[in-house]
């Protein structure tokens, strides 16, 4: 009878710690998944930061370009048939 009682203890306590294992092993599976997920989208995340910084610059640089006076002054030239006014054309006005 003792015994018996005994064992039923030893396998409650076994089952105890048994499941209490089971939980922090999970416990400690989804703390490492959720932490692998966070790196992926910090990375994706960086990846677009770095395409959009790249697009940034290309857009500066493009910029530059088109607001250039010599390009301006040749399309003006070009397509609109405008030139540089002359001293007569010139008015100042004080």
Known sequence: MKNDIRRIKNIKTWLVLLFTF????????WCRIQCVQAGYEMSKAVKINE???????????????????????????????????????IIIIP
């Not at 940034?56 to 003006?76: D, G, M, Q, V």
């Open 51 to 89: 395409k959009r910084i790249a697009r940034n610059n290309n857009l500066k640089i493009e910029h530059a370009f088109l607001k250039s006076p010599e390009r301006i002054a040749k399309k003006a030239k070009e397509n609109l048939g405008l030139i540089m006014p002359t001293e007569k054309q």
């Open 22 to 29: 089971i939980a922090l092993l999970l416990v400690y599976t």
